[in-house]
């Protein structure tokens, strides 16, 4: 008899099977959900993207018009009429600057779940964070420093 399974006890009452007896010395642990089935429905769900995704390119390459004209074949089809080189130079101020607001936002997100458990880690978790902080405070001075943060 497996477990959970009933059987008949005195009286013709039904009663379950126990999970560890001496009648039944080696079952003993609740069994594991199989989750293999979980894989085939992650593959199918693949599978189905993929499919749908190329029926929609071809359709779309198949229905979209192919007549290029004298504006299609344009730089631009914004309408402006393109001034200079393609390959003009680009200051990479902008750049830094991004990247150093990436860089402090990301930041500021790590703070966000040690602000949530200020309360239960302790004075050594308060001691890190001002160390993190001071590290940020250097970094955003040396940022200063070389002018990262002056908007032309």
Same mark, same amino acid.
């Given at each position: 008899m497996q477990r959970g399974s009933t059987k008949r006890g005195i009286g013709g009452n039904l009663v379950s099977a126990?999970?560890?007896? #001496?009648? @039944?010395p080696y079952v003993g642990f609740l069994s594991v959900p199989d989750y293999s089935l979980s894989y085939v429905y992650v593959f199918a769900f693949f599978v189905v993207g993929a499919i749908f995704v190329t029926a929609l390119l071809t359709l779309s390459r198949l229905v979209a018009p192919r007549k290029a004209t004298k504006e299609k074949l344009r730089t631009y089809e914004s309408g402006e009429e393109p001034t200079g080189q393609a390959w003009g130079r680009y200051?990479? #101020?902008? @750049?830094v600057f991004a990247l150093l607001f990436v860089v402090f936002d990301v930041e500021?997100?790590?703070?966000?779940?040690?602000a949530v458990l200020f309360r239960s880690l302790g004075v050594t978790a308060l001691i890190e964070v001002i160390v993190f902080i001071a590290i940020l405070v250097v970094g955003l001075y040396y940022a200063w420093k070389k002018y990262a943060l002056n908007w032309y």
């Open positions: 126990p999970v560890c007896s #001496h009648e @039944y200051p990479t #101020h902008f @750049y500021v997100i790590f703070l966000f779940p040690w």
